[in-house]
């Protein structure tokens, strides 16, 4: 069964670096996600990627996130300059069309950020 | 804003029992979703309702979605310790995103 991989599984960084999180959603699927959950809260959407752009992100997702799809598989996160409050698991996900068409996700990244 | 309420946060229950996990929203849901979520994994996507009324089973899992659609429940019959997580409801917010309950942490007792 097809299913969405992300790596690395955990990422240590000192507070300031950049880190790039990768995913590789479900082959025939056309919108990525990315979401996190901070340790012990909700899961939250950041950002849904659409025809090689950002169709709709939350206030979570500042100037210091961005995503790209680089290749025909790849879908990345890239935090600019990590803070303490970044740590987090986050976690990408992809769907079909249509509104109805469930999310399948990924097992996650344990962001640290030191 | 829309919130996702979940009872109860935790429930212990022994090998066998049933048990039910409600899911309720301050709004009109387009789309119920649930999801299971082991402890630092991902999430396991189980079941998805969007017509009020409606109910769906998968193996001992069953959920449902009230005729208002405010509302959905999921109840595990003769739970088994594989049946042990996290369980997630979502529903839509904007366009694509969703956005998700507190959880509901199950321990089944062998």
């Known amino acids: 069964e097809p299913e969405v991989t992300q790596t690395p599984s955990h990422q240590v960084t000192q507070m300031g670096q950049e880190v790039i999180l990768r995913c590789v959603p479900i082959s025939n699927h056309l919108y990525f996600y990315w979401y996190r959950q901070i340790l012990g809260q909700k899961v939250e959407f950041l950002v849904s990627?659409?025809?090689?752009?950002?169709?709709?992100k939350s206030e979570i997702f500042d100037d210091q996130f961005s995503v790209e799809r680089p290749d025909g598989s790849n879908f990345t996160l890239k935090i600019r300059s990590t803070k303490l409050e970044d740590s987090a698991m986050y976690f990408c996900?992809?769907?079909?069309?249509?509104?109805?068409?469930?999310?399948?996700f990924g097992p996650g990244t344990r962001l640290t950020v030191l | 804003s829309q919130e996702l309420e979940q009872s109860p946060q935790s429930l212990i229950v022994q090998e066998g029992k049933n048990l039910t996990i409600n899911c309720t929203s301050s709004k009109t849901l387009y789309g119920l979703y649930w999801y299971k979520q082991k402890y630092g994994e991902g999430l396991i996507f189980l079941m998805m309702?969007?017509?009020?009324?409606e109910e769906k089973s998968h193996e001992k899992i069953t959920a449902k979605l009230d005729e208002k659609k405010q509302q959905s429940s999921l109840h595990i019959t003769a739970s088994q310790p594989s049946h042990a997580g996290i369980y997630l409801c979502g529903a839509r917010g904007g366009a694509n995103n969703l956005f998700f309950g507190t959880g509901t942490r199950l321990t089944v007792i062998p």
């Open positions: 990627f659409y025809n090689n752009e950002i169709s709709e």
């Open positions: 996900a992809s769907s079909g069309l249509g509104p109805g068409n469930t999310q399948y």
């Open positions: 309702l969007q017509k009020g009324g």
